[in-house]
């Protein structure tokens, strides 16, 4: 595509001018707006891009790898991964209420990122008499166009957002920005993701959380719950996919009832399990979002592989609920 050709050329001498020969970094959440900012910035300055991806333990099946191998394999970029799976799950630890887990997660991604970023800044002996390496100066942002207008607007979706972009770094630790999609919308931002080269699971990933699967499980987060929740949501989705909906679903929540118990019957015996909740939609924006309306062969396909295959459900359920008056998420 020739306009993406020039977006792309552009965006990436833009970079160039303005990072010069400093370095920079920038988070990685497995999602796709801060995947094409970190190949764009790759593509200006190479190795003097160190990207972080901060494991939390609260991704979809399949979504670490995805950023480990596949993201690194089509890129080349350098990449620090820091394990934080335990250190959310304690923190997390008996916390029940959303607003809670959402400030927890939030807090706990940006002191590990800086933790991260204060290393890689010592790390890289700037500053330092006898080396030539350049000062970390530049923190890379994803942001897209429609969220430079909802930040000026002060809405109540920069603010559901506002722990997403590594905002609240302390004083001294002081980034200039580096935000290459600032003037784009989603579709171009996947478009410019293809251009670049990117795997197709990550250029089409759905929109997914800042707080991820945290705010999908109905109860307090632990680690026998995430899996349960993560096989579960694995199903959904790779029914959808072999169905070939994934393009007409805006979000496809998968959400996990913990802290209620459903009565069942396998074989001979009664079991006391668990209920999911299937909460598909179709939006434009998030902002509205109507429920889909699934073939009810898929559903039926996604409800038994999820009972035969996911040993604590016994439920599963289906959410028609338009937004409003329901939100997307549960939690
Ligand atoms: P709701 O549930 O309010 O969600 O209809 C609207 C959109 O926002 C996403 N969402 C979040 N994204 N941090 C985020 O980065 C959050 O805490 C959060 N809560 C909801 C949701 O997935 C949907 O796309």
Redesign the pocket.
Known sequence: NWTMVNIAEESVAAVREQVGNKRAICALSGGVDSAVAAALVQRAIGDRLTCVFVDHGLLRKGEPEQVEKDFVAATGVNLHVVDAQERFLAALDGVTDPEAK?KI??REFIRVFEEAAREIVEGSGAGSPGTDAEPVEFLVQGTLYPDVVESGGGTG?AN??S??NVGGLPDDLQFKLVEPLRSLFKDEVRALGEQLGLPSEIVWR??????GLG?RIIGAVTRDRLDILREADAIAREELTNAGLDRDI??F?VVLLADVRSVGVQGDSRTYGHPIVLRPVT?ED??T?DWARLPYDLLQRISTRITNEVREINRVTVDITS?PP??????
Not at 326 to 331: K, Q, S, Y
């Open positions: 959402r997660i939030g979706a559901i957002k722990h997403h759905q929109p997914f959380p800042g707080p705010i805006w979000q929540p939006s998030a902002m979002a937004k329901g939100t997307i998420e549960w939690e």
